[in-house]
């Protein structure tokens, strides 16, 4: 299992950004979250097999690349602490 944490920066809220995750999300069997920051971006946090994550990573950025102007990724170690993948507020 890997963990990351990503951070998104652009237009990048009130566009669907959060539910493509999520939608992404499931079908790659990723756990974790996501949710808009107060300085306009969004950050998730994601947990998977290495494939997985990486196939979740390329779709999101994909799909939302129009929107995208900077993407920060980092590693950490996997916790195994969630369920399913979801919206935060």
Same mark, same amino acid.
């Given at each position: 299992?890997?963990?990351?944490?990503?951070?998104?920066?652009?237009?990048?809220?009130?566009?669907?950004?959060?539910?493509?995750? #999520?939608?992404?999300?499931?079908?790659?069997?990723?756990?974790?979250?996501?949710?808009?920051?107060?300085?306009?971006? #969004?950050?998730?946090?994601?947990?998977?097999?290495?494939?997985?994550?990486?196939?979740?990573?390329?779709?999101?950025?994909?799909?939302?690349?129009?929107?995208?102007?900077?993407?920060?990724?980092?590693?950490?170690?996997?916790?195994?602490?969630?369920?399913?993948?979801?919206?935060?507020?």
């Amino acid at each position: 299992m890997k963990r990351v944490r990503a951070y998104y920066s652009g237009d990048v809220q009130g566009v669907g950004f959060r539910f493509t995750a #999520v939608d992404v999300a499931r079908r790659y069997g990723i756990k974790g979250w996501v949710r808009n920051t107060p300085d306009g971006g #969004v950050e998730l946090t994601a947990e998977a097999k290495e494939p997985a994550l990486d196939s979740f990573l390329k779709e999101i950025k994909s799909a939302m690349s129009r929107y995208i102007r900077e993407e920060k990724i980092s590693s950490e170690p996997s916790t195994g602490e969630f369920r399913d993948f979801q919206i935060r507020f």
